[in-house]
């Protein structure tokens, strides 16, 4: 954003992940729906399009859980757009499987895009003139600081059919330097084509970025706080985490038992060794922010308590009861942050769950907004995410891709007291509560409201994008190609107006779009 504008005027966005898109490939990607769903954006008034980690997903295809910290996903690779640029032949594309056209199938997925993927690798070797090998270099030395690890962490990955690095012949896992060479050599075509599949992710994505930046449209990104312990991050740099000499973890991450859960919730993440970190002035963390700021415009830091204490499980333990809360790096870590940033920081908190003093008295001394979410205001007239509690400097969400689509809420969740608080509190009844909690969200002080689109959709649990703790059957919900012309877009339109949520009109005094839904569920 050019320097004096505000980070977060008063504006209104929509949390989607790109693999939620609809699509000929079985998932959805960077092709035309994305471009089509920026125009929607702008259409309706919005001017945040708020995703989830863009890495190369593993088991269970959670963002949250990645291969990489740095690296793409390249199943978001747009097929249709490598024909145009000439790395696919319309023919390689009419053997396209017959895929769901309502969710992810991730393993046909995977098959088809790695194979189609292969084929445009081949044609680029066979094909590429001057001035595409030379960006495809010049891109590849450019990002040489993670690229080259990830790239013969995933040839090496492959060559051991999926296991986990620690279970890679010692040499390779210790990353000794001769048996690293060896594998360089040894697979230097394996390590080539994944560099590739990177570039062609990152063109891509820029390309998208640079047609939304040009309608006013800026990305929220994401971050988790933890990496996964079979990723190319822990792999490359041991010495930065807890793990052991045969590099397993001494201790990883969860949170404690409370309310939702008797045991708590053990993640499994391998923990930060805080003080190493300390003493590289935070060099890879920072490298990580900087990188993903280059993708997007705004970053929310999942799990925002844990820099300033996590909880502490020990390796081995199957629940997180045992843990213990240990300091996180504070102040020292944002501090040094900030300056890397040039004294502003475009990132938001995630600060849900049992937040303590010390965690809001951080947040607040460098001003991140955090988190409002309204399904869970509804226990009385003091809770801190009603509406007429939120301070301007946060975010506030009807819902976020952990909770329920709002109708799945109140049809299986929400009992009798809370509809009927729902009604007062609004004025009227909540015949349509999806609509209810989008207009009490656009209402709200809080600079920045993001709806999901499953709840513009007004889906249920149908829609459901993520059930925290369960292994499967998550991430794989897409949305219909009619998505784009319901309904609910005009709806959208005219509560943005309504609330002045659109930065250009905020102080123009513009007029109402066209909009024919006015009643009190709008």
């Known amino acids: 954003m050019p320097e004096g504008r505000p980070l977060f005027p008063r504006s209104s966005g929509i949390l989607l992940h790109p693999t939620s898109l609809p699509g000929p490939d079985g998932i959805g990607d960077l092709g035309d729906a994305a471009f ?26 959670s963002p949250y859980q990645t291969l990489s910290a740095f690296a793409g996903n390249p199943l978001l690779i ?18 396209r499987p017959d895929f769901p056209a309502d969710r992810v199938d991730f393993g046909a997925v995977i098959n088809w895009k790695t194979t189609m993927l292969a084929r445009a690798w081949t044609v680029f070797q066979e094909r590429a003139g001057r001035r595409h090998q030379a960006e495809f270099a010049a891109w590849c030395a450019d990002q040489e600081g993670w690229l080259d690890d990830f790239a013969l962490f995933m040839a090496l990955k492959q060559d051991n059919a999926g296991a986990a690095w620690t279970d890679w012949e010692p040499g390779l896992a210790a990353r000794a330097e001769p048996s690293l060479a060896a594998a360089r050599e040894r697979l230097a075509g394996s390590l080539a084509e994944h560099r590739f599949r990177q570039w062609l992710f990152f063109t891509q994505w820029q390309e998208l970025k640079a047609f939304a930046a040009a309608r006013g449209i800026r990305f929220i990104g994401d971050i988790p706080i933890f990496v996964a312990q079979d990723s190319s991050d822990v792999w490359a740099h041991r010495d ?13 991450a969860g949170v404690p038992p409370d309310y939702f859960s008797d045991t708590g919730q ?9 003080e190493r970190l300390r003493q590289t002035d935070y060099a890879w963390w920072l490298q990580r922010i900087t990188a993903c700021l280059e993708s997007v415009d705004l970053v929310r830091l999942d799990h925002f308590r844990g820099f300033e204490a996590c909880w502490e499980v020990p390796a081995g333990d199957e629940t997180a009861e045992n ?9 020292d870590f944002f501090d040094t942050l900030t300056a890397a940033l040039d004294g502003r920081l475009p990132l938001i908190a995630e600060d849900l769950g ?4 010390a965690v809001e008295n951080l947040r607040r001394k460098y001003a991140l907004p955090g988190m409002k979410v309204l399904q869970f205001a509804w226990s009385g007239p ?21 909770n329920d689509p709002v109708l799945g809420w109140w049809r299986h969740l929400a009992d009798a007291a809370t509809k009927d608080f729902v009604a007062d509190y609004a004025g009227y009844p909540a015949d349509e ?7 009490l969200g656009m209402r709200s002080s809080g600079h920045t409201f993001i709806a999901t689109m499953q709840d513009i959709l007004g889906l249920g649990r149908e829609g459901r994008m993520n059930l925290p703790g369960e292994g499967k059957g998550n991430w794989d919900w897409r949305m219909p190609a009619t998505a784009f012309t319901c309904s609910g877009g005009d709806r959208l339109a005219h509560l943005t107006w309504l609330y002045r949520r659109r930065p250009d009109q905020a102080a123009a005094g513009s007029q109402d779009p066209d909009t024919p839904a006015k009643g009190p569920g709008v």
Do not use: M
């Open 266 to 274: 053990l993640w499994g993440n391998p923990l930060y060794d805080w």
């Open 78 to 95: 747009s097929l249709d757009r490598l024909v145009r640029d000439g790395w696919l032949a319309p023919a390689d594309l009419q053997r």
């Open 323 to 331: 843990g213990r809360w240990v300091a996180g790096p504070g102040s």
């Open 36 to 61: 089509g769903f920026v125009d929607w954006l702008e259409k309706t008034g919005q001017s945040l399009w708020q995703i989830l980690p863009l890495g190369p997903t593993s088991f269970g295809d």
């Open 382 to 402: 003091d809770n801190a995410f009603l509406p007429h509690e939120h301070e301007q400097n946060c975010v506030v969400y009807a819902g976020t891709h952990d």
């Open 354 to 357: 049992v937040i303590t003093p």
């Open 433 to 439: 509560p999806h609509w209810t909690l989008i207009r």
């Open 240 to 252: 930065l985490f807890q793990l052991d000499r045969a590099g397993r973890p001494t201790s990883v």
